[in-house]
């Protein structure tokens, strides 16, 4: 599948080996957008985490691009240049670098929303844009020989895993972050011992990793997949065996 789509909705369904093949899984296409260049100097990856008391509002400068997921209650994003966006849970949007403006217009329910990006390590000790923000995960400055010049396609998909169930045995060709939402996983990487990750957790993974995720507990496990792809690479290509 070419990075070309937005939602990256294609899968590995060529796999040979049964136990390499998915089994239980959902896989949802939330968002895309496309970026015209990285940002310059170093990056890492990071999720914040919001929490809006019912009518609040704060504005946002203009920043990295990246996504916006809600988790709990209902987000107003008013982005410059287009209409205002309203954000139901499980929902998410792609944010461009334009100035804008995070509202939770219920008004009696506070809201609970992540912000996932890509950001230059010039911006890791900046303020955060509101104290109703906090840094849930942060990764270490990625390798600059993984993240050559160029466009990208940046994708936001939710995985869903059923009690027993499995990913498809796959790659992607740009870098990933895998964050999680509910349940228990276990991330099995090539070459690597099996880790095991949580509600809240999350795992960067570099380009052309092959990986295979399992559920780990006795319920469902959900997490989000924030993939970063050169544009007309391939986006996701099947391992014909279990990792």
Known sequence: MAAGSLFGCGGASQAVSAKASAHGEQVKGLAGGQVDALPS???????????????ATFPSHKHTPGFVYVAAGVQRLHSQGASPRLIEAGEAVFQPSVFHTHANPSTTR??????????????????????AARVVYESSDLDASTMPPGPRVE?????????????AA?????????FMLEGTIRLDVAG???????????????????????????????????IVTPVQAPFETAVHHPV
């Open 110 to 131: 506070p809201n609970r929303w992540y912000f996932i990006a890509l950001w230059p390590t010039a911006e890791r000790h900046a303020p955060l844009v509101s104290s």
């Open 41 to 55: 100097g170093n990056l890492f990856l990071r999720v914040i985490g919001f929490s809006q008391r019912p009518m």
């Open 155 to 167: 994708t936001l998909r939710l995985v869903t895993l059923q009690p027993g169930g499995r990913s």
């Open 192 to 226: 690597q011992p099996p880790t095991t990750l949580s509600a809240g957790q999350a795992r960067y993974l570099p380009p052309g990793t092959a990986e295979q995720e399992f559920t780990a507990g006795a319920g469902v496990a959900r997490y989000l997949a924030f």
């Open 170 to 178: 796959h790659r992607f060709s740009g870098l990933e972050l895998l």
